[in-house]
């Protein structure tokens, strides 16, 4: 990620702050929406899984300019959401959800700029994971 869309991505945290559980409760909502599957996976519709979803995604965020912290504690997640049954597949339809959600809640905030930048975010976070937990790589549309 280049130092722009890491910019722009935590710039819109003071947009995203207020309305925290209205994201991640849509997240969780289309994510399950695009694969049922994915509902053993997550606790749908638990406050505690959403704001654990919530806390991760803003502390990563608040780091991006230091991957050497991010991208450790994103293999061991990507580890461990292997051992609970995520597979690759499920990656892309988290990003799909997550750029919804954030589209869905921050509406003309979310210009076509910052959202590249999450999806790009995204990208590596989920690469990383994937890739710790042995998966092949993800779809061509994560690489954007």
Do not use: K
Not at 60 to 65: A, G, N, P, R, Y
Not at 112 to 133: K, N
């Amino acid at each position: 990620m280049d130092p722009e869309q890491i910019a722009l991505v935590q710039a819109s945290l003071v947009h995203i702050q207020p309305i925290a559980d209205t994201i991640a409760a849509l997240f969780y909502q289309r994510l399950h929406q695009l694969d049922p599957s994915t509902r053993c996976l997550f606790q749908d519709g638990s406050p505690h899984a959403e704001q654990s979803f919530m806390r991760l995604l803003w502390w990563v965020i608040q780091e991006l300019h230091q991957p050497e912290r991010v991208l450790p504690h994103a293999q061991a997640l990507g580890r461990q959401h292997a051992h609970n049954g995520v597979q690759s597949r499920h990656y892309v339809v988290a990003g799909v959800a997550l750029l919804w959600a954030l589209r869905q809640s921050l509406q003309q905030q979310f210009t076509p700029e910052i959202e590249a930048a999450w999806a790009r975010t995204f990208a590596l976070l989920a690469e990383t994971m994937a890739e710790a937990a042995g998966h092949e790589r993800l779809h061509p549309s994560l690489e954007e």
